[in-house]
């Protein structure tokens, strides 16, 4: 398993990791065939990711027709068209979930909040085991811009994953921002052809194969574990009566 200069790490370790799916939702606001600074980046994890055998997959949500709503099937609920359903069956087959947005004025793209608010309507579905769907599977974010914020978003983007089930890893964010105000995005030329903007950055570089990484670790170990212990957790039990020794709100 070679190196290379965007991870360092020797070929040393024989984790097997090859069972596991990722998938990257890249939520640039670029329609394809257009470039996008956030592609390039996630370009990075999902060159790890190949490389020790993960099955990889990338969507370009502005490309699908993503209808706005909080319900699993929005042409139930009055949507002409709505391509989530597709994309939901790619969520549901992944171990490993790394979400990748540009930052716009301080925030998230605006398809980012379109894909956490539909990936909020599954949140009350549960698995085999009785838990929230999400149990089992790991998420990470990637953030690109050219304005301060990479951790302001990836504060929510993690935040909001978590809360619909997801395990977070240590580290599980990374990105890269240029100077402030106008001016070149991550895998821009240099204006005298020397490399690419952001490339050579060892802080971006560092931290995306450190998140990468833990993805992976921590994906491992859930799956060899068979997911979360479901004592305690379980909404079909909660459900059924069984409170799991839940506190009398009148207890002191």
């Not at 596991?20 to 996008?36: D, R």
């Not at 951790?151 to 990105?175: C, E, F, N, R, W």
Request: contains cysteine.
């Amino acid at each position: 398993m070679p190196n290379d200069k965007n991870d360092p790490h020797t070929s040393s370790d024989q984790t097997d990791f090859s069972d596991l799916k990722a998938l990257t939702i890249n939520c640039t606001l670029k329609l394809s065939p257009e470039g996008s600074h956030t592609d390039k980046l996630l370009g990075i994890a999902e060159a790890i990711l190949a490389r020790n055998g993960v099955a990889i997959e990338q969507v370009r949500l502005v490309d699908h027709n993503i209808a706005p709503g909080v319900f699993p099937d929005m042409t139930e609920h009055g949507a002409d068209q709505d391509d989530w359903p597709n994309i939901w069956e790619k969520v549901k087959a992944a171990d490993i979930l790394v979400v990748g947005t540009p930052i716009w004025l301080g925030e998230k793209s605006s398809v980012c909040q379109r894909l956490i608010e539909r990936l909020y309507a599954h949140s009350g579905q549960t698995n085999e085991k009785g838990q929230y769907v999400f149990y089992g599977k790991v998420g990470g974010c990637i953030v690109t811009g050219n304005e301060d914020g990479i951790k302001h978003v990836g504060m929510g983007v993690l935040y909001s994953l978590q809360h619909v089930g997801y395990t977070i890893p240590p580290q599980a964010d990374a990105g890269w921002v240029g100077e402030a105000g106008p001016g070149p995005s991550y895998g821009d030329a240099r204006e005298d052809g020397e490399g690419y903007i952001g490339f050579d950055n060892d802080f971006t570089r560092r931290n995306t194969t450190f998140m990468t990484w833990n993805l992976m670790h921590m994906a491992r170990m859930l799956k060899n574990a068979g997911g979360i212990p479901a004592h305690g957790n379980s909404v079909d039990l909660w459900n059924d009566g069984r409170r799991f020794d839940a506190p009398n709100p009148e207890y002191r």
